[in-house]
């Protein structure tokens, strides 16, 4: 069975909306016959324009964080995950992280002295149980 999403688009809208006020319009004095009480037209002129803008189908810009890559990192900090870093030469350091703030992360090693890692040196990072052939094993 094969259905359909139907969704009204922002021209549908627009396009009903002058059908409603010539229908009102009728029986309604015409806006330029009315006499304008309360706000003045300049406050009148800002809602309307607010509220165009709402309107028109403006989104909301996201917000810069979105709190995922601190989710990740706490997370991996509580389970004490061992982690390989690459970094954008291609070294790969393994490690726990201990702290991380906007800039960095420090990360402890067995056998080695503890780092501290730029994250504009960082290319990407993985945990070091998917290092060895992670995933499903299925292929055989």
Do not use: C
Not at 2 to 22: D, Q
Not at 54 to 66: A, F, N, V
Not at 106 to 128: E, S, T, V
């Amino acid at each position: 069975m094969n259905r359909k999403l139907i969704r009204t688009t922002l021209a549908e809208v627009k396009g009903r909306e002058p059908s409603h006020p010539r229908e009102r319009s009728e029986s309604a004095p015409r806006p330029e016959q009315r006499r304008p009480s309360g706000p003045s037209p300049s406050s009148s002129r800002e809602s309307s324009s607010s509220s165009s803008a709402m309107l028109s189908g403006r989104k909301k810009i996201p917000p810069s964080e979105t709190n995922a890559e601190i989710f990740y990192y706490k997370k991996q900090m509580d389970a004490h995950t061992q982690m390989v870093i690459v970094l954008v030469d291609g070294d790969e350091v393994e490690g726990t992280i201990e702290w991380y703030d906007r800039s960095a992360l420090k990360i402890n090693r067995k056998g080695a002295p503890n780092i501290m890692l730029l994250k504009h040196n960082i290319k990407y990072m993985y945990k070091a149980e998917d290092r060895d052939g992670g995933g499903d094993d299925s292929g055989d």
